[in-house]
């Protein structure tokens, strides 16, 4: 699987859109683009994927440029609950069995009242 | 409500024991995982079953063993060979093994051995 790269950490303003950038360069073409988050002593929770095209549901949206070396996962209006780790993942077809999916240290977002 | 179910929240052992985490699921996934997490680092991946009776080792499954004997069980043993074994245990499930399925996790089992 590739490797992500995100900032360690970032502040965002309550009601304002926090923009979490992540790179991905060695992405592959079937690797997918994935954002969890975890509150502290939690599971992750799924947020958003996408292959290629831009994508939204009721929690984000997912921007992932044309070549895919890079996304941005969006929440619209920051609120306090959304303090948390956030996790950019690729994830593609395991190569028989070799399907070894890991975390890296995510970006710390702070939503600021 | 469809979930993953670890237990327990916390376990104490002593050192030199082997300890059985539980993970169940009823999402009725094929696929399951288990992680480790550290403070302040992200999660390191130990062991993961694509089917059942089949699993393969992550990146660091030494001091570790798991089962797949039902869909729906995936426990991790933590055995006194793992030199490190304090941490924060999470377990995953998915549809299938392949990039277009999400994870779900439980809500991690935290271990503490002294």
């Known amino acids: 699987d590739a490797k992500t790269t995100q900032p360690p950490s970032m502040d965002c303003a309550e009601g304002r859109a926090a923009n979490l950038p992540c790179n991905h360069s060695t992405i592959s073409g079937n690797e997918y683009v994935y954002w969890y988050r975890q509150i502290h002593s939690q599971g992750p929770q799924y947020i958003i994927h996408g292959l290629k095209n831009n994508e939204t549901n009721e929690m984000a949206s997912l921007i992932i440029t044309e070549d895919r070396k890079s996304s941005t996962l969006i929440l619209p209006h920051a609120t306090l609950r959304d303090t948390a780790v956030y996790y950019c993942?690729?994830?593609?077809?395991?190569?028989?069995?070799?399907?070894?999916?890991?975390f890296g240290t995510g970006t710390r977002l702070t939503i600021i009242p | 409500d469809g979930g993953i179910t670890q237990s327990p929240k916390y376990l104490f052992r002593k050192e030199g024991q082997n300890v059985t985490l539980s993970c169940e699921q009823n999402?009725?996934?094929?696929?399951m995982y288990w992680y480790r997490q550290d403070p302040g680092q992200g999660l390191r991946l130990i062991y993961y079953s694509q089917i059942v009776n089949d699993f393969q080792k992550g990146d660091i499954a030494e001091g570790y063993s798991v089962s797949r004997e039902k869909k729906e069980s995936f426990p991790l043993t933590v055995t006194s060979a793992q030199k490190n074994p304090t941490a924060f245990y999470l377990c995953?499930?998915?549809?299938?093994?392949?990039?277009?399925?999400?994870?779900?996790f439980g809500n991690g089992t935290r271990l503490t051995v002294t």
């Open positions: 993942i690729v994830r593609g077809r395991p190569n028989f069995g070799n399907e070894k999916l890991t």
């Open positions: 995953a499930s998915s549809m299938e093994a392949v990039g277009n399925s999400p994870l779900h």
């Open positions: 999402l009725n996934h094929d696929a």
